[in-house]
């Protein structure tokens, strides 16, 4: 059996006191396979966020583990720290705050070289600076800039480069375009995508836009208040989701098939999200939920597999195939 190169089991991170916790991320478990791409979506608050820095290790774990590579983040330290940073690399929506604006683009790229000696060797690093800047679609003559003298697209592209100097197997983006104009976005996603190809990386992609989520995922994950709530190959999710959550999700998705269109109603979810220090019992969705009944309140569904579509999990205990005419709350798209 082939480990896969990130392995997370049962991790939490809460935040706040032990007696009354903000229960962020609650007992998530997933797997990222050497070159996939994950796709991670969920409103506002869900935990995504917290996610990812816990993985980081720009947080800590409150419970769980996260294996890369068979060594565990939530617990290294010292050199192997140190080594998993060197494989795990970031890239945040806000490219104007993670990157120094003192520094040079040839000092901002060259940095992780010399804070991991041996990676590349110091006299190679303008040659190598020069390689990663024309990799993500940028020119030898820019290492000679500052960060401020860049468009918002391409600082994001030297987030990019920068992420990529230490050649990590894992890339974990959160929201990496959304703070980019609607026009440049397309150009990151698809350098991302390309990059990905070429480097064989496996990411965790982080997005609120489930079009952009379709267009560079192999499998997508849903998170609601702390917990994965569904997940499965994307075509099992964007085609087949059997969770009335992901459903309303992907109702508010543009599709491009005009048969589609008109027979699809769009979902408009009621309600606020709950509070992650005070979940509702049982399901945590029920309370937004139109198919919700009394086991909902009184037993929290297991993530299991589902027959309607290949690899699909799904918590619920009314999962099934999205009917129009059941769904009480309704509008016209
Ligand atoms: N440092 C913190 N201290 C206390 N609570 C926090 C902290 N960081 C996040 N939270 C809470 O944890 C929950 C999850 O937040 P998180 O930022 O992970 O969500 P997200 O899914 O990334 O949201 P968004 O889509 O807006 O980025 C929220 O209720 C948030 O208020
Ligand atoms: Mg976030």
């Known amino acids: 059996m082939i480990e896969p190169l990130l392995k997370v089991q049962n991790l939490s991170r809460h935040f706040g006191s032990a007696s009354a916790p903000v229960r962020a991320v609650d007992d998530v478990s997933f797997e990222i396979a050497n070159g996939e791409t994950l796709g991670l979506v969920g409103e506002s608050g869900c935990g995504k966020t917290s996610l990812v820095r816990t993985l980081l290790k720009l947080g800590p774990a409150t419970s769980g583990s996260a294996l890369l590579d068979g060594v565990d983040i939530t617990t290294a330290s010292g050199r192997r720290l140190h080594e998993l940073r060197r494989k795990m690399q970031v890239v945040f929506q806000d490219p104007y705050q993670s990157l120094n604006p003192r520094m040079r683009v040839d000092r901002l790229i060259s940095e992780p070289w010399a804070l991991h000696p041996g990676v590349v060797p110091k006299s190679n690093w303008r040659e190598e600076t020069v390689k990663l800047l024309e990799s993500v679609g940028l020119r030898a003559e820019h290492a000679d800039r500052y960060p401020s003298e860049f468009s918002g697209g391409q600082r994001q592209r030297l987030g990019i480069a920068r992420a990529l100097a230490l050649n990590p197997t894992l890339l974990v983006c959160d929201e990496p375009v959304s703070a980019l104009d609607v026009s440049v976005q397309a150009q990151v996603i698809n350098l991302l995508a390309g990059l ?105 569904p297991a993530l299991i597999a589902r027959t309607e579509a290949p690899g699909l999990l799904t918590a619920c205990h009314h999962a099934g195939p999205e009917i129009a005419n059941e769904i009480p709350r309704l509008e016209e798209t």
């Open 196 to 300: 990905r190809r070429e480097r064989n990386l496996a990411m965790l992609f982080v997005a609120h836009d489930l079009a952009v989520v379709r267009h560079v995922s192999d499998r997508v994950m849903v998170m609601y208040l702390g917990r994965i709530i569904e997940t499965g190959p994307k075509q099992s999710i964007f085609g087949a989701a059997a969770h009335p959550y992901t459903q309303a999700l992907m109702s508010a998705v543009p599709t491009p098939d005009p048969r589609r269109r008109a027979q699809r109603k769009r979902i408009v979810l009621q309600g606020d999200l709950p509070s992650p220090a005070n979940p509702p019992s049982g399901c945590r969705f029920r309370t937004r939920c139109w198919k919700a009944t009394s086991i909902c309140a009184e037993q929290e």
